[in-house]
């Protein structure tokens, strides 16, 4: 199974800011996968990202707040815009591996 | 839309079995998922089923599968206190080109 690298794994951050979330994966992948899952939840996909392409983001989730990079086919990152306390989050990248989806460590997002 | 259910709390002594339950709705769902998240972690796979078996053991874990009624459930024998974590069901149509629709998650507490 692919391996992933996550990070940062925490972070803290003032409202009004942005945060890059980078996701490396050990080996080529076609697609990727943001996440979020809010504090008690379960995770909700934001965006889809494949390689030469735009994401495609899932309902409640755009563009201009959650822009993502695929630059090649074992890096992404995501960025969270503009922060508010409601993006406190955790934010996990994925991928298909090994007959099932590998997940990253994730990053703990606090916005104060 | 898909949905995925799951109860929400389980609580087992040290040396018992837990079962974990999830119904989803999807009738095209081709895969079927679990992941357990430890504390401040990331998700990890555990097992998956696809949807043409029944069942599928892997040492401690059963995963059992009844397409007819949608449910599926997870076993772990002798559950051990490092077992406690939050188990989630996940479901897709076609791994790697599909996304994971999650069940809210189950805790699983184990007591010594």
């Known amino acids: 199974s692919a391996v992933i690298s996550q990070k940062p794994s925490r972070d803290i951050c003032q409202r009004g800011t942005s945060l890059t979330i980078q996701c490396q994966v050990d080996?080529?992948?076609?697609?990727m996968f943001w996440y979020r899952q809010q504090p008690g939840q379960s995770l909700t996909l934001i965006a889809t990202a494949n390689q030469g392409s735009e994401a495609t983001y899932e309902s409640g989730f755009v563009i201009d707040k959650f822009p993502i990079s695929r630059p090649n086919l074992t890096f992404s990152t995501l960025t969270v815009s503009n922060m508010s306390p409601e993006d406190s989050s955790i934010y996990l990248c994925?991928?298909?591996?090994?007959?099932?989806?590998?997940f990253g460590s994730g990053t703990r997002l606090t916005v104060v | 839309g898909e949905d995925v259910e799951q109860s929400l709390f389980l609580s087992v002594r040290e040396g018992d079995s837990s079962v974990i339950n999830c119904t989803y709705t999807d009738s095209s769902s081709t895969y079927l998922y679990w992941y357990k998240q430890e504390p401040g972690a990331g998700l990890q796979l555990l097992t998956y089923i696809f949807s043409n078996m029944d069942m599928k053991q892997d040492q401690r874990l059963t995963v059992l599968l009844n397409k007819k009624d949608k449910h599926l459930s997870l076993r772990i024998a002798d559950t051990q206190t490092g077992d406690s974590a939050i188990y989630f069901c996940a479901e897709s149509s076609n791994s790697g080109y599909s996304t994971l629709t999650f069940g809210k998650g189950t805790m699983l507490l184990v007591s010594p």
């Open positions: 080996s080529q992948v076609t697609m």
């Open positions: 994925s991928v298909a591996s090994g007959g099932g989806y590998t």
